[in-house]
């Protein structure tokens, strides 16, 4: 029988600079102001409403929203990247090992999750660095996972813990709005700066005995499930531009929801052991207030099911993997 696996501790991490949305409203006014003029102001009026409908108070970036807006290269962008993912990584991963109260001699495997930027070597040999970790320690870097990047690191950390019979440290860290293309004047990007934050998140997952010693003891980690919706790359990704990294995500993602998440609920919880009518929790990513409904709606919750995920919404915008 396989060991039991799960969670120690968890830890975020921000970076300093806040962006209210109503400030990013008016950059984005002001910024794509004659980018719509074919189609009339009331086109760009209807786009800037998507501001006051997302559902996001404010976020916190890796620059200031007047660096951020410059024209930038993709290396002065990735350097920028590079030094934030490293800072808010080791924070995020510091936290979550003093929090679960292990031995870092102990540590079996580090799983680092990130997509808006690039490290070769990967920033998880960094991390083993400023973290003080074993340097024999596993290291599993995951990129171009974007949003599913923390689920599927979560996935990763409890086959190794199962596997190594020892802790493991999953982090996602994500640096979006440094991704932002200047030159880059379509509907996506608009919406883009409406929705996306920057952050790191980070948990440690165990077997036992640690998990079983833990006080409080963390949900456990049953099994991993993922699906691959057939043609499914344009719905979300990267085009490369040399600017960078050039955002790609359909309008469609709502409506994606509605099709599949009943379906994948149920598959997911057979997959665990679970009565699908048993599930009470749900961790949901807060990709937008429209995503969010979708869920609300296709799995007829109550809307105190997903508060939580709303509110990190409201107070940090969509990190992308992080979140």
Known sequence: MSARVGV??????????????AEAKRFAASFFADDFSHSGSQELERLLASYDNAGVAERQTGRPLAWIGQPR?????????????????????????????IDRS???????ASSTGLSTPSLDGRLLQTLDLPRTCMRVPMWGLGCAGGGAGLARGLALARGLNAPVLVIACELCSLTFVHGDRRK???????????????????????????????????????????ASEH?????????????????????I???????????????????????????????????????????????????????????????????
Not at 8 to 21: D, F, Y
Not at 84 to 98: D, F, H, I, K, W
Not at 213 to 218: K, L, R, S, V, Y
């Open 235 to 255: 719905v979300m990704g990267w085009d490369l531009e040399p600017e960078g990294l050039r955002v790609r995500f359909a309008p469609t993602i709502p409506g």
């Open 106 to 112: 102990e540590l079996g495997a580090v799983v680092f």
């Open 8 to 21: 120690l501790s968890v830890a975020t991490a921000s970076p300093e600079h806040r962006l209210p949305q």
């Open 257 to 323: 929801v509605t099709e599949v998440a009943r379906d994948m609920l149920e598959e997911a919880a057979v997959c665990s052991g679970l009565d699908p009518d048993e599930v009470r929790h749900l961790v949901v990513h807060p990709g937008g207030r429209k995503v969010l409904d979708a869920y609300e709606h296709t799995l007829g919750l109550e809307p105190e099911r997903l508060r939580h995920a709303r509110e990190v919404l409201r107070d940090h915008g969509n990190m992308s993997s992080p979140t």
């Open 188 to 230: 996506a990007n608009l919406i883009a700066v409406a929705l996306f934050g920057d952050g790191a998140a980070a948990a440690v997952v165990a077997p036992e005995p640690w998990w079983r010693a833990a006080d409080p003891q963390g949900p456990e980690l049953l099994a991993p499930y993922s699906r691959l919706l057939d």
């Open 73 to 101: 290269s993709f290396p002065e962008k990735n350097a920028a990247y590079l030094e934030q993912a490293e800072l808010l990584s080791t924070r995020a991963g510091a936290a979550a090992l003093a929090r679960a109260g």
